[in-house]
């Protein structure tokens, strides 16, 4: 044998060798035909549409977010009012999208003015206060509010993915739904493992807030406060929490109170470098949550820390108070959340605080399994159509082109195993649009093997030799093959930069099966020709 054609060999062999490894010998080496069959169905991985799973909708509370924008403005412009010593008498958020500053000192109007303009004027619009001629009411400008909005959903959405790619899931779909002002999410998770995990990761608000409590006195209910004050400070709310450890005798009381907090909290979730979760010392048996805050966030907290020594700062979370431990130093880049959180809770608090707060919560509105008995048919169906192109190929192919059809049968097999082989190396997920790109590569190595062998029954009609055509027949065809395979993968490559979910399967199933494809097409076929030509007569015709 040419010794050239003998290393051809080898790596071909050692090709298939390695495919058939990943496909059927890993991870664990086969000594059954059950063995195999397990081996096979670990390696491939199946979309939502085959395996079932779970679908999922949710809704982003964009609201939410534009009134915590909204608040920061309220406690950032009484700062500055007062830094810059400008009278007034009060600055209260009117709604989520308006505040109103009462009676500005008429001799301050002007250094008010300025200081909005200087501050907010591409943000909030300006304009007199109906009945206070010296007061003023500030407006969040429409293009301010869809920034917020869109903001708010990119960063849901970058989070929500975040969050399942944390928990292990494979090739999970996130992605906007509905038109832009829907505020919606779907989620897909094809083979969930644990649902109610999952859904309770993505549904984790994960909006840490450390927030001043403004009154020492905890309250049973909203209406037990109104009832002794009437009316809440400026500034200020009441949120929901827990009185967990509050009783004089060291019993544990879970009952629920409220919190007179700050609106506007000093560090938000957003501010977190990392989370992790540690045992809790001075409650054996209990977890708490260890963190650390940006640079910036850490000489915003170390002033405030210390300037309110003594006093209580609430853990606000999901809004609720987990906890309000009582400011015993300046604290400046780290912190900790305790409560009565077991191991696994303040793993999965962990986790939803790593992978970033949401800016808003999210509402749960749909869920729709999809059952193994839908994924099964689709599989079915899938692998009929699949096979029956195949066998009907695989006829013509015979029947037209006699012996060296089964030379483009076998690297059509060739080519399927080295896709499949390829979905198996990179935890690719196979679906039902994957399944339709399968067949079209199918049908785009039949055309590369026609080109060929009309190319060689081209020049032996020209009077070549069996080796001289086959040669030739290769030479020629090989730039037409190039061609129709870059313009195709180069549109299936925008499918999967662009494409989401099922059409970036279909797209990654014909790539690699395109990639495949000229190798076995070009490269496997003409070494077995080659093979077929150094056995046979020289002077022999090829049956073609």
């Not at 928990?167 to 505020?183: D, F, K, S, Y």
């Not at 077991?342 to 999809?370: F, M, W």
């Not at 195993?417 to 079209?440: D, E, H, N, Q």
Request: glycine fraction near 8%; hydrophobic fraction near 45%; charge should be negative.
């Amino acid at each position: 044998m040419n010794p050239n054609l003998k290393w051809k060999a080898l790596f071909i062999f050692a090709v298939v060798l390695f495919c058939i490894y990943f496909l059927i010998g890993y991870p664990v080496f086969p000594t059954s035909v059950a063995q195999i069959k397990d081996n096979f169905s670990k390696q491939i991985k199946l979309g939502l549409d085959l395996q079932g799973g779970s679908h999922l909708i949710l809704q982003v509370q964009v609201q939410e977010a534009i009134a915590q924008e909204t608040d920061t403005t309220v406690d950032r412009l009484t700062t500055l009012m007062r830094s810059k010593n400008i009278h007034y008498d009060e600055v209260r958020r009117v709604d989520d999208t308006h505040i109103l500053v009462r009676n500005v000192d008429s001799s301050q109007v002007s250094d008010f003015r300025d200081l909005v303009t200087q501050q907010y004027n591409n943000v909030w619009d300006m304009s007199p206060a109906a009945g206070d001629p010296n007061g003023y009411t500030l407006t969040l400008r429409p293009g301010a509010v869809a920034q917020i909005q869109e903001s708010t959903m990119t960063q849901s959405l970058e989070t929500i993915e975040r969050r399942i790619n944390a928990l292990g899931l494979t090739e999970p779909t996130v992605q906007p739904r509905g038109g832009r002002n829907a505020n919606e999410i779907l989620v897909q998770l094809p083979g969930v493992g644990d649902l109610a995990e999952a859904k309770g990761v993505i549904q984790a608000g994960g909006q840490l807030e450390l927030r001043l409590v403004e009154d020492l006195t905890t309250y049973p209910s909203v209406s037990a406060y109104m009832a002794q004050h009437t009316v809440l400070p400026p500034g200020t709310e009441l949120v929901r929490g827990s009185a967990e450890g509050r009783n004089p005798n060291g019993t544990t009381d879970n009952s629920e109170v409220w919190y007179l907090v700050d609106r506007a909290p000093v560090v938000t979730g957003r501010d977190l470098r990392s989370a992790v979760e540690n045992r809790n010392a001075s409650n054996p048996g209990m977890w708490q949550i260890n963190f650390t805050l940006s640079p910036e966030a850490a000489r915003r907290f170390g002033p405030f820390t210390q300037q309110n020594i003594g006093r209580q700062m609430a853990i606000v979370l999901d809004h609720r108070v987990t906890s309000a431990p009582t400011i015993q130093g300046k604290i400046e880049d780290s912190g900790e959340i305790t409560g009565n959180f077991s191991q696994e809770s303040a793993h999965d608090l962990a986790l939803t605080l790593r992978a970033g707060s949401l800016p808003a919560s999210i509402k749960y509105l749909e869920e729709r399994t999809v059952g193994p008995s839908l994924g099964a048919d689709s599989i079915r169906h899938g692998v009929q159509a699949s096979v029956l192109s195949l066998v009907v190929v695989m006829l013509f192919m015979l029947v037209y082109y006699r012996l060296s059809g089964g030379n483009a049968v076998l690297a059509l097999f060739l080519n399927l195993v080295i896709l499949l082989a390829f979905l198996a190396m990179s935890g690719a997920v196979l679906t039902l649009p994957g399944i339709a790109g399968v067949i079209l590569t199918i049908g785009m190595g039949v055309d590369s093997n026609v080109l060929v062998f009309e190319r060689i029954r081209e020049e032996l009609r020209n009077g070549k030799s069996a080796a001289a055509a086959v040669d030739a027949g290769f030479d020629k065809a090989f730039l037409t093959i190039i061609d129709t395979h870059v313009t195709t993968v180069v549109s299936a490559a925008f499918l999967g930069v662009f494409g989401t979910g099922p059409i970036r399967g279909f797209a990654i199933t014909l790539v690699v099966g395109l990639v495949a494809n000229i190798f076995t097409a070009v490269y496997v076929s003409k070494s077995i020709f080659q093979y077929h030509l150094t056995k046979m007569d020289r002077q022999a015709e090829l049956s073609i």
